[in-house]
């Protein structure tokens, strides 16, 4: 495999088992907190019944709450297994498309809109992504993402000791691919702040060609929301 799709090829690997189990485990692993990130994200989109697409959709969590505000939807992943939890979940009502995120098969400026979940960690260049997901969202569309974040001063701590010890032996209860994801998290997530720190992250955002770009960082800095407008 080339070097550009290894992260996209590991992460694949690691969240394809997880299909049937994905949401009820994404939720209490965060607290509750994860459903309530995307939430949030979704509520940054105007309310105009427009085309939205959804890359990185999983098992359409994020669709699914996009469907329930009266928008067309068009989920994008690269991953079969998740796809295939997605169907069994909209039978229909939404478009699905295997595809990757840094070659979308769709025609510049083909929607209103546009959210991404979890997506930047797994790309090898954050900055070429962004400029592929900001080619298909018409001029003034939103486009918002959910990533991780790193907790800051006093709640660092108990974050690390929730990622460090508390997820892989969380996931270790359930099975051995959550194990591997609970294992995973908590170094991933570092290795990307590292490597694209939030300032450095939002600068990428205006130079895809997104303007107004806003953030939120939520549950003490765990959750990251980060929106603005095509230009």
Same mark, same amino acid.
């Given at each position: 495999?080339?070097?550009?799709?290894?992260?996209?090829?590991?992460?694949?690997?690691?969240?394809?088992?997880?299909?049937?189990?994905? +949401?009820?485990?994404?939720?209490?692993?965060?607290?509750?907190?994860?459903?309530?990130?995307?939430?949030?994200?979704?509520?940054?989109?105007?309310?105009?019944?427009?085309?939205?697409? +959804?890359? %990185?959709?999983?098992?359409?969590?994020?669709?699914?709450?996009?469907?329930?505000?009266?928008?067309?939807?068009?989920?994008? +992943?690269? &991953?079969?297994?998740?796809? /295939?939890?997605?169907? /069994?979940?909209? /039978?229909?009502?939404?478009?699905?498309?295997?595809? &990757?995120? +840094?070659?979308?098969?769709?025609?510049?400026?083909?929607?209103?809109?546009?959210?991404?979940?979890?997506?930047?960690?797994?790309?090898?260049?954050?900055? %070429?992504?962004?400029?592929?997901?900001?080619?298909?969202?018409?001029?003034?569309?939103?486009? /918002?993402?959910?990533?991780?974040?790193?907790?800051?001063?006093?709640?660092?701590?108990?974050?690390?000791?929730?990622?460090?010890?508390?997820?892989?032996?969380?996931?270790?209860?359930?099975?051995?691919?959550?194990?591997?994801?609970?294992?995973?998290?908590?170094?991933?997530?570092?290795?990307?702040?590292?490597?694209?720190?939030?300032?450095?992250?939002?600068?990428?955002?205006?130079?895809?060609?997104?303007?107004?770009?806003?953030?939120?960082?939520? &549950?003490?800095?765990?959750?990251?929301?980060?929106?603005?407008?095509?230009?």
């Amino acid at each position: 495999m080339p070097a550009e799709s290894t992260r996209a090829r590991h992460a694949q690997e690691l969240f394809a088992p997880l299909g049937p189990r994905y +949401d009820r485990m994404g939720a209490l692993l965060s607290f509750g907190q994860d459903p309530r990130w995307r939430r949030f994200m979704v509520d940054r989109l105007p309310r105009d019944s427009g085309r939205v697409l +959804d890359v %990185a959709t999983g098992t359409g969590l994020v669709a699914e709450a996009l469907l329930a505000r009266g928008f067309e939807v068009t989920g994008v +992943d690269q &991953s079969p297994g998740m796809l /295939a939890a997605a169907r /069994a979940r909209f /039978a229909g009502r939404v478009e699905l498309i295997q595809a &990757s995120a +840094d070659s979308l098969p769709f025609p510049d400026a083909s929607f209103d809109h546009l959210t991404f979940t979890y997506l930047l960690r797994y790309v090898d260049d954050p900055a %070429a992504t962004l400029e592929e997901l900001a080619r298909v969202v018409r001029p003034g569309g939103t486009v /918002a993402m959910v990533e991780f974040g790193l907790p800051r001063g006093v709640w660092r701590v108990p974050w690390n000791l929730w990622v460090g010890v508390g997820l892989p032996l969380a996931g270790r209860l359930v099975s051995p691919g959550w194990h591997e994801v609970g294992s995973f998290l908590g170094p991933s997530i570092r290795e990307f702040s590292t490597r694209l720190p939030e300032r450095e992250l939002l600068e990428l955002w205006r130079r895809a060609g997104i303007s107004e770009v806003a953030r939120r960082r939520m &549950s003490f800095g765990a959750g990251l929301v980060v929106w603005g407008q095509r230009s």
